[in-house]
């Protein structure tokens, strides 16, 4: 399974975060998951605008145009969340992943975890969780179950939208994986 750990920070102690981190993991069952890959986008005068990001969203091995954009998208909506971290601490962080019911290689489902705790990953709490889904198999995202992802005490519109938006950018990452189908080879005598 590949999943996403996101993390916000505020690093200067203003009360507002101004440091995003994205970590990409791989993980296998019986096997410690791997952190594969790093991201990170900053906001220095916390108005909400990135100012510097560097990272490979896309995975692909290079960064681009479209790595800074992406993340840059990402890490301004996630900073709408209100879920950070003070200083350089990291347990507070949101898990995103995603999930083919459909087992055709493609994601119909995006899961957004809120999660607060420290030391193994086993002994985090989920907060809250999020969803968006892909009902038709379309791969558009057509809707979602959302709590208060931004923590102003509300669940309305701007709690979906922002969900769906994360989810959305999310699947851009192409940080999922396909199914696997295994392929049969009969044993057919020739005539």
């Known amino acids: 399974m590949r999943y996403l750990k996101v993390f916000a920070q505020d690093t200067t102690g203003v009360g507002r975060a101004d440091t995003v981190v994205l970590e990409f993991y791989q993980s296998a069952q019986g096997i410690q998951d791997s952190l594969v890959n790093q991201a990170v986008a900053y906001d220095f005068p916390t108005d909400g605008k990135i100012d510097y990001s560097r990272g490979d969203v896309t995975n692909d091995g ?32 949101m898990k995103i992943f995603s999930e083919d019911f459909y087992k055709d290689g493609t994601p119909d489902t995006v899961r957004l975890h809120v999660q607060e705790g420290t030391g193994d990953i086993d002994s985090h709490t989920l907060v809250a969780w999020n969803a968006a889904y892909d009902f038709d ?55």
């Not at 993340?71 to 962080?93: H, V």
């Not at 851009?172 to 994986?177: I, N, P, Q, V």
């Open 137 to 191: 198999n379309d791969q558009v995202l057509e809707w979602n179950i959302h709590f208060d992802i931004n923590h102003d005490g509300v669940i309305d519109d701007i709690d979906r939208r922002l969900v769906h938006r994360l989810a959305e950018l999310y699947l851009l990452f192409s940080w999922h994986e396909p199914e696997t189908f295994e392929v049969k080879v009969l044993d057919i005598p020739a005539s």
């Open 62 to 93: 290079r960064e681009s145009r479209l790595d800074k954009l992406l993340l840059d998208k990402f890490a301004s909506t996630y900073l709408k969340l209100n879920w950070f971290n003070p200083g350089k601490a990291s347990t507070r962080y």
